[in-house]
T-cell receptor, first 114, second 113 residues
Framework: EPEVTQTPSHQVTQMGQEVILRCVPI?????FYWYRQILGQKVEFLVS????????KSEIFDDQFSVERPDGSNFTLKIRSTKLEDSAMYFC????????????FGPGTRLTVT | AQSVTQPDIHITVSEGASLELRCNYS??????LFWYVQSPGQGLQLLLK??????LVQGIKGFEAEFKRSQSSFNLRKPSVHWSDAAEYFC???????????FGRGTSLIVHP
């Protein structure tokens, strides 16, 4: 069964450093998303991506964040200068054209900023 | 604004017992409703969804949920819980025009042998 994959599973970085979180969505999906979950809190939407551009973003997704689909398979989230409060689990998700409401989630990347 | 409330942070049940996880939502029209499960170290897996039609929806792993408009609820049920059901369960809502779900805080299910 096709699945969304994410790498790395755990990333530790120092405050102020740049990190790139990587995702490989399901191959025939058209919509791509990033979410985050701070420990003990709700899953929060960050950004959605469709047709090679951002379609929606939340207020969390400020200028420190960017997304890219550098090739036909990868979907990345970059945080330019990490802050302590960026420590969270980051989930990538994707969904298809006719079933855009059914999102398939990856296993997540745990980001720890020290 | 739309919101999802899961009033129970933790639920403990014995294996073989029945289960009901509560979810209440706030939204002006008929929402799209989902239940996701997150096992330790795993991503969120879609258990079931409600878009329209029959208000009792069946999902994977023996779960079902009932949409009750009058109570603004979408509670998840399972008649007999297995130890492998121990996980975090999230209720979510999406509204027409946006594919972005709003998640509840989650309910942690603990299963005793």
């Amino acid at each position: 069964e096709p699945e969304v994959t994410q790498t790395p599973s755990h990333q530790v970085t120092q405050m102020g450093q740049e990190v790139i979180l990587r995702c490989v969505p399901i191959s025939n999906h058209l919509y791509f998303y990033w979410y985050r979950q701070i420990l003990g809190q709700k899953v929060e939407f960050l950004v959605s991506f469709y047709n090679n551009e951002i379609s929606e973003k939340s207020e969390i997704f400020d200028d420190q964040f960017s997304v890219e689909r550098p090739d036909g398979s990868n979907f990345t989230l970059k945080i330019r200068s990490t802050k302590l409060e960026d420590s969270a689990m980051y989930f990538c998700a994707s969904s298809g054209g006719s079933l855009a409401y059914e999102q398939y989630f990856g296993p997540g990347t745990r980001l720890t900023v020290t | 604004a739309q919101s999802v409330t899961q009033p129970d942070i933790h639920i403990t049940v014995s294996e073989g017992a029945s289960l009901e996880l509560r979810c209440n939502y706030s939204y002006g029209a008929t929402p799209y409703l989902f239940w996701y499960v997150q096992s330790p170290g795993q991503g969120l897996q879609l258990l079931l969804k409600y878009f329209s039609g029959d208000t009792l929806v069946q999902g994977i792993k023996g779960f079902e949920a009932e949409f009750k408009r009058s109570q603004s609820s979408f509670n998840l049920r399972k008649p007999s819980v297995h130890w492998s059901d121990a996980a975090e369960y999230f209720c979510a809502l999406a509204s027409g025009g946006s594919y972005i779900p709003t998640f509840g805080r989650g309910t942690s299910l603990i299963v005793h042998p």
